[in-house]
């Protein structure tokens, strides 16, 4: 049985006298891999910070896995916080650590002291992203963009995470790197079956990675379904975002996960 993981309800978000958000809902259910997709400015960002509780929403409800983003409890919340992993585009890693001391980080701010186990972990985090324990030893100055993704993917994934949550996954990668990297995720999503909610611009990663599209315009989201079902939706940002290839998914469908 599917359950929701995240359930956005009746949100509305401004910065300012500007209205972002107006009575958006939105749910995503466990195992399932959304790509948000929108015009510049909609608020597709916006609406990630405030799924994960870095801003807060003007009005309306988040939950996450069933427990309000908000609870008050601050035991609760960073419970909740432990069960959700985190790829922004920006400040992905720490410059000043090491990639080893970049993946300890929250294994430590979460409590674990043993550091046999942490290094134990760290490797085993590498390795799920195909590096090895003498990339530990890098700055990140020192990494290839790609590199730089894997490790930031691996961070993210370092508290075993049932959601992810992607901004720009593939942005600034080339497109053999790009594709190597959607490669990865969608591995290590059919081994530990994690959600994912993504942000991305790149049509080759929103086809190879998503379930689902949601499709944010109007400050809600206009619709939400499988790739096929959503380009079959009448609005005028869908019909300019897929193109010629809205009536016919042909092979920009995505690949079975
Ligand atoms: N901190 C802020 N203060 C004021 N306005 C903001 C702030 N952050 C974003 N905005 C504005 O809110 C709107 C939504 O921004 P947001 O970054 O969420 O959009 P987006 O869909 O992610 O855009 P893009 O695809 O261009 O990255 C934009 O018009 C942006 O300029």
Not at 83 to 91: A, E, H, I, S, T
Not at 145 to 170: F, H, N, S, Y
Not at 234 to 242: C, T, V
């Amino acid at each position: 049985m599917s359950r929701p993981v995240i359930e956005v309800h009746g949100l509305w978000s401004r910065y300012g006298d500007t209205v972002i958000h107006r009575e958006l809902d939105l749910v995503v259910e466990q195992g399932q891999m959304v790509g948000l997709v929108g015009g510049s400015g909609s608020g597709k960002t916006t609406l990630l910070r405030e799924v994960v509780g870095l801003l807060r929403p003007w009005k309306g409800r988040v939950h996450l896995f069933d427990c309000p983003l908000y609870s008050g409890d601050p035991g609760v919340d960073r419970a909740l916080r432990q069960r959700f992993g985190m790829l922004f585009q920006q400040g992905a890693l720490y410059s000043a650590l090491s990639v080893f001391d970049n993946l300890a980080f929250p294994l430590r701010e979460f409590g674990l002291e043993d550091e046999s186990l942490i290094r134990d972990l760290v490797h085993l985090k590498l390795a799920m992203v195909e590096l090895d324990p003498r990339h530990g030893l890098l700055k990140p100055a020192e990494l290839s963009g790609g590199m730089v993704k894997r490790v930031a993917l691996a961070r993210a994934l370092a508290l075993e995470p049932e959601l992810l949550i992607l901004d720009e996954p593939t942005a600034g990668l080339d497109p053999d790197r790009s594709e190597g990297f959607v490669r990865l995720i969608r591995e290590l999503q059919a081994e530990l079956g994690f959600t994912v909610i993504m942000v991305t611009h790149d049509l080759a990663t929103l086809t190879g990675l998503s379930t689902h599209i949601a499709v944010l315009a109007d400050q809600r989201i206009v619709a939400f379904g499988t790739p096929e079902e959503v380009r079959r939706v009448e609005h005028p940002f869908i019909s300019s975002f897929f193109g010629g290839a809205a009536a016919a998914p042909g092979p920009a469908a995505p690949a079975p996960l």
